[in-house]
């Protein structure tokens, strides 16, 4: 059933059926592998215990104060972007490259506005125009060509 | 007490070797979250506790396997601390390889014999034992059939892992 998500699920087993290597099989498994965390200490009680500690430490209620800055109107400056766009297109490859292979949904999941992800999609365009990143059409999977950045 | 404390006292927690974390009915029965829009909120808390804990190196994984939600250190740290069971054993890795495959094709349950035709080896027993005994597998000696246990979804990436196939059988 999972398979059968990915589409690929006779693929997968003719290709299991041409004998391959072990270590050809081994090499598949790289950059796939979770150390999962898990805190033994943690427990409902002691959060509970953590909490009640911290609040009684709280004597005093935070105070806002309104932060007065004067403004100097001959000193206008209009702003400009701190980084180039081509700046902004590296910045998102170093975040992104990581994560690659994945589905293309995937690089919009976290996004949360529509401005967002239009943007993010007009740079992932750039991307794929300087070869940086391939898509392919088939599994709807971004990733780096070989000879790109290693994972 | 805040969302977040719960949150990771539920992705936290180990009750046996192989099981983690927790699915997310239970988490949204201990958030007491209920309504048309659970399935949004539950993203949102994900997406929200995912951004505070990476300075951590902390990420949140799903298990398809048993449906649970849980933590992992980032995979940008697992060759420093040597995620990889399998380093010196390529042999162990292709024949749980081919257990999951077969596994995942038939709702979770592999014939013996089946196996051993995809591996192209004469005996894979010994194979089988070394793995049932690092908990991946679970052989069901009457039937001659081996089921996957959750473990292996806890450590192995197995969206990813496909990915990696499915790329390399297109290009």
Redesign the interface.
Known sequence: ???AL?G??K???A???S?PS??E??N?????????????A???DF??E??DSLESRIREGYIIENLEIPLKDENFILEMPSSSFQKTIENYFNKIY?KL???MDDLFE?LESQEEIYEKFIIILHLLQNGKIMY?K??N?I?IPEGGKDE | MNEISLLMYLLSRKDQLDEMGSTKEEILERLQISGRNKGFMFKKLIIELSKYISPLGLEIQYNPLNTHWFLTFKSSMNDLILANPFQDKPRLAATLFCAIILCLKSNGIAKIVELKKLRNKKEIRDDLKDLENLGYIKIIKNYNEINLTPLIGYQLNLEKLFMKLSLKLNV
Do not use: A
């Not at chain 1, 598949?28 to 033994?40: H, Q, S």
């Open positions: 059933m999972y398979l990915f690929q699920e693929k997968f087993l290709f299991l059926e004998n072990d270590m099989i081994f598949l498994f790289k950059g796939c592998w979770y150390k999962p965390f898990n805190l033994n943690l427990s409902l959060l509970e953590s909490k990581k292979p994945c589905n976290e392919q088939q599994t999977f990733y």
